[in-house]
């Protein structure tokens, strides 16, 4: 008897940084910033060595007063890079070598130069158009990636989830017979 579709694995893209950047936005999901959640995940060899989302500090207060206070909110807040980093740091993960997905955005100059101290060498966020407004901060970071040797990839995240399933998603929705009359 087949499972009921409700009851499936969710199809994944196929290819790994597409994974792991859907892992990152499922990780931004815990962030209570009312106006953007970001995800990182720090990964070696194809294995997660942590995930973070921004937010405030722990032990910090985020009731909804402090998080719709834009100013307030920004001068406390913990981008997912600076949190991912200091996970690693609290429990002994060597973040050397590593590769981190961040969503949906680039990452600032701030946390660029976090990552390069902490020994990241590849830094990967989706193809998206990235805001006007901190494009400044993007740059800096892509300079200062560069000068350290840090690739940085830009991953498109449209078209199917599986490209060689592509036109056949109904047919892969629907139940499976399960022979009885």
């Known amino acids: 008897m087949a499972n009921p579709p409700e009851m499936r694995a969710p199809r994944v893209p196929q290819n790994w940084d597409q994974r792991f950047l859907h892992m990152a936005r499922n990780t931004a999901g815990f962030s209570k910033d009312p106006s953007t959640k970001v995800g990182s995940v720090a990964v070696r060899d194809r294995r997660v060595l942590g995930l973070s989302y921004n937010g405030l500090p722990a032990h910090v207060g985020d009731d909804m007063e402090r998080l719709l206070n834009r100013d307030l909110r920004l001068a406390m807040t913990v981008h997912a890079e600076a949190n991912i980093i200091a996970y690693a740091a609290r429990h002994g993960v060597c973040l050397n070598a590593a590769t981190i997905y961040v969503w949906?955005?680039?990452t600032c100059s701030q946390c660029a130069a976090q990552l390069i101290?902490?020994?990241i060498n590849r830094v990967v966020v989706?193809?998206?158009?990235?805001?006007?407004?901190?494009?400044?901060?993007f740059d800096r970071a892509r300079l200062m990636f560069i000068e350290a040797g840090v690739a940085v990839?830009?991953?498109p995240m449209?078209?199917?989830?599986e490209p060689a399933l592509a036109g056949y998603e109904d047919e892969l929705l629907q139940p499976e017979e399960d022979g009885l009359p």
């Open 117 to 119: 101290q902490a020994g």
């Open 153 to 155: 990839a830009r991953i």
């Open 104 to 106: 949906p955005l680039m």
């Open 158 to 161: 449209d078209g199917p989830v």
């Open 126 to 137: 989706p193809n998206f158009v990235e805001p006007l407004r901190w494009q400044e901060s």
